[in-house]
């Protein structure tokens, strides 16, 4: 819980140091603007392809200069070094489910991890129940050890993780074993704090703005009642970030995923190819859209593509985004190493603000 990637009780890092203010409530940061970015490590189901990488999903968080994975297929440690991400910055690990392609990359990256003379902190690690007997074995037999501590926490449907700023769920899709989707919610935050409004009002500096930033109603010293909500913007909704793979259209999916303003969606095969992601439990690039559209979400972005659809094959990727976008308008498709902005849904406004 030290050094400059920050600690899980809220500490913010060397970003949060620099700020010339301690109360972190009372003037909106700049980090408050930063999007949340995630980066894709790799998009290809099954098997690695030429130009894909098996799953793997980078949620770098700007504010504590910390990243979240999900999922760490095969070969993640070597997309990490064609990255701008440094290994030792990961935090939390989620993993969607036991299949190969998910996890095969975990020993590798968790070995290398703390290796290479960067602090590396502690590593929570979140998945299906036999994921713990899983590395412990490969642990054993393959005599690693880490240089750093290691938690694994086995997941059930509901909140497996919440800090002060955001919350992770889980809930189980519809796969051939347990698997799960993730959601990472953040915290709505107070509105930007006027602070010259305050001081033209002769409002004392100090506890005070803080109480006034939280909406409170406060007397002052001189007798004058201050309502905070008159001196704050609109508040800051959080972001939620939604990954769901592997599975078949399910409805739990579309709960899980519920008004998300992204939803990472599974879509190994084209429409034309149902007929096999029924037999497999995985979907098609139209039930990725029909979730997306029965959830509202604000943009769906498709991943984990069969890697039958190369070139030769009459049915390319773009056609399985145009048989989305027929569906769900407002959807992309991952590739490696692509970074996608989760920006504020009101970001422009408090830009012009
Ligand atoms: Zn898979
Ligand atoms: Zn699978």
């Given at each position: 819980?030290?050094?400059?990637?920050?600690?899980?009780?809220?500490?913010?890092?060397?970003?949060?140091?620099?700020?010339?203010?301690?109360?972190?409530?009372?003037?909106?940061?700049?980090?408050?603007?930063?999007?949340?970015?995630?980066?894709?490590?790799?998009?290809?189901?099954?098997?690695?392809?030429?130009?894909?990488?098996?799953?793997?999903?980078?949620?770098?968080?700007?504010?504590?200069?910390?990243?979240?994975?999900?999922?760490?297929?095969?070969?993640?440690?070597?997309?990490?070094?064609?990255?701008?991400?440094?290994?030792?910055?990961?935090?939390?690990?989620?993993?969607?489910?036991?299949?190969?392609?998910?996890?095969?990359?975990?020993?590798?990256?968790?070995?290398?991890?703390?290796?290479?003379?960067?602090?590396?902190?502690?590593?929570?690690?979140?998945?299906?129940?036999?994921?713990?007997?899983?590395?412990?074995?490969?642990?054993?037999?393959?005599?690693?050890?880490?240089?750093?501590?290691?938690k694994v926490h086995a997941v059930q449907p509901g909140v497996v993780y919440r800090d002060d700023e955001f919350t992770v769920s889980c809930t189980q899709l519809e796969h051939r074993v347990p698997a799960f989707g993730y959601r990472v919610d953040?915290?709505?935050?107070?509105?930007?704090?006027?602070?010259?409004?305050?001081?033209?009002?002769?409002?004392?500096?100090?506890?005070?703005?803080?109480?006034?930033?939280?909406?409170?109603?406060?007397?002052?010293?001189?007798?004058?009642?201050?309502?905070?909500?008159?001196?704050?913007?609109?508040?800051?909704?959080?972001?939620?970030?939604?990954?769901?793979?592997?599975?078949?259209?399910?409805?739990?999916?579309?709960?899980?995923?519920?008004?998300?303003?992204?939803?990472?969606?599974?879509?190994?095969?084209?429409?034309?190819?149902?007929?096999?992601?029924?037999?497999r439990l995985h979907s098609t690039s139209t039930m990725a859209a029909q979730v997306a559209l029965a959830a509202q979400v604000r943009q769906l972005i498709m991943t984990h593509f069969s890697p039958r659809y190369a070139p030769g094959n009459p049915?390319?990727?773009?056609?399985?985004?145009?048989?989305?976008?027929?569906?769900?308008?407002?959807?992309?498709?991952?590739?490696?190493?692509?970074?996608?902005?989760?920006?504020?849904?009101?970001?422009?406004?408090?830009?012009?603000?």
């Amino acid at each position: 819980m030290h050094g400059q990637w920050g600690g899980e009780s809220g500490g913010r890092g060397a970003v949060g140091a620099a700020l010339p203010c301690q109360d972190r409530r009372v003037a909106t940061k700049f980090w408050e603007y930063l999007a949340l970015q995630l980066t894709f490590l790799g998009t290809s189901s099954g098997v690695p392809t030429r130009s894909r990488n098996v799953s793997s999903v980078a949620l770098r968080l700007p504010q504590r200069a910390e990243v979240w994975l999900f999922d760490c297929g095969e070969g993640t440690q070597h997309q990490f070094l064609r990255s701008e991400f440094k290994a030792s910055q990961i935090r939390r690990i989620f993993i969607t489910h036991m299949h190969g392609d998910h996890i095969f990359g975990l020993m590798g990256l968790l070995a290398s991890c703390g290796l290479a003379g960067n602090p590396q902190q502690r590593v929570d690690i979140y998945g299906p129940p036999p994921l713990n007997d899983y590395l412990q074995a490969c642990r054993r037999y393959s005599q690693t050890h880490f240089s750093f501590p290691i938690k694994v926490h086995a997941v059930q449907p509901g909140v497996v993780y919440r800090d002060d700023e955001f919350t992770v769920s889980c809930t189980q899709l519809e796969h051939r074993v347990p698997a799960f989707g993730y959601r990472v919610d953040e915290v709505d935050r107070p509105g930007r704090f006027d602070v010259k409004r305050a001081q033209a009002l002769g409002i004392p500096s100090g506890p005070l703005y803080g109480r006034l930033k939280n909406g409170e109603v406060v007397t002052l010293p001189d007798g004058r009642r201050i309502n905070g909500a008159d001196l704050c913007g609109p508040t800051l909704k959080g972001r939620s970030v939604v990954y769901c793979t592997d599975t078949v259209f399910c409805e739990a999916a579309v709960e899980l995923s519920h008004r998300a303003s992204v939803l990472i969606h599974e879509a190994t095969f084209a429409h034309q190819d149902a007929e096999m992601a029924y037999q497999r439990l995985h979907s098609t690039s139209t039930m990725a859209a029909q979730v997306a559209l029965a959830a509202q979400v604000r943009q769906l972005i498709m991943t984990h593509f069969s890697p039958r659809y190369a070139p030769g094959n009459p049915i390319q990727l773009e056609d399985l985004l145009a048989e989305a976008r027929a569906i769900f308008p407002k959807t992309l498709m991952a590739r490696d190493f692509w970074t996608y902005d989760v920006e504020r849904q009101d970001a422009a406004s408090l830009v012009a603000s």
